[in-house]
């Protein structure tokens, strides 16, 4: 589920170069910026605000700092990581006016301590049945929608950490820099979430087997 970006300088060899352009205004860079991650930091803060209009306001907030910031910017953490804290920082904040904020430590010790699991080597490889069969693109297109649906449904943390590693690539250490978690925490709740979605994938292709 991990997004790749079509720009050589989206990537992390070309990460200086993409800073320095930044730094020096490049317009044209900064709006392939825009485009590979807007997306992203909408579907990351939806974890923290309830509606999408103030999710796109966060992300629009972003940018602006991100303008503001890039001449600060010591490329301690990379560039993607960076962008993400803003976000996540932008978001609770919103999220707290809305009275919806839970610190992610407490959701992961809380609200997912009875979460039934699967064991982690599951998720090695396609789901079962998966590559075979005339209907494989078909599903896959269908499949792709109903892992968002899952995602949409988890609880903030769950989603905000499978968001991060899984969608967006994000290691395990920069996943729990990002939201501020242990690594432990962020363990527990990208198991739950995977597991969630793993299993509706599953449920899926077995009906579809069997329809």
């Not at 999220?95 to 839970?102: I, N, W």
């Given at each position: 589920m991990s997004s790749c970006s079509a720009s050589p300088l989206l990537k992390p060899r070309g990460e200086a170069r993409l800073i320095r352009s930044l730094q020096a205004g490049d317009e044209a860079v900064f709006a392939a910026i825009v485009a590979r991650y807007h997306s992203a930091m909408v579907r990351l803060a939806l974890s923290y605000v309830r509606q999408q209009s103030v999710a796109e306001e966060v992300a629009q907030e972003t940018w602006l700092a991100v303008l503001q910031g890039i001449g600060r910017f010591q490329q301690r953490s990379s560039f993607q990581t960076w962008l993400f804290k803003i976000l996540t920082n932008r978001?609770?904040?919103?999220?707290?006016?809305?009275?919806?904020?839970?610190?992610?430590s407490a959701l992961a010790s809380v609200e997912d301590a009875g979460d039934a699991a699967v064991d982690p080597d599951r998720f090695q490889g396609a789901p079962r049945a998966w590559a075979n069969g005339?209907?494989?693109?078909?599903?896959?297109?269908?499949?792709?929608?109903?892992?968002?649906?899952?995602?949409?449904?988890?609880?903030?943390?769950?989603?905000?950490?499978?968001?991060?590693?899984?969608?967006?690539?994000?290691?395990?250490?920069?996943?729990?820099?990002?939201?501020?978690l242990s690594d432990v925490n962020q363990r527990v709740l990208l198991h739950r979430a995977r597991s969630k979605v793993r299993q509706a994938l599953e449920d899926y292709i077995d009906g579809a087997a069997g329809g």
């Open positions: 978001a609770k904040t919103r999220g707290r006016r809305e009275a919806r904020s839970v610190p992610m005339p209907e494989q693109r078909l599903l896959a297109t269908e499949a792709h929608g109903l892992i968002l649906e899952v995602i949409s449904g988890l609880s903030a943390a769950q989603r905000a950490v499978i968001t991060l590693r899984d969608i967006e690539g994000l290691t395990a250490q920069e996943a729990s820099e990002v939201l501020e």
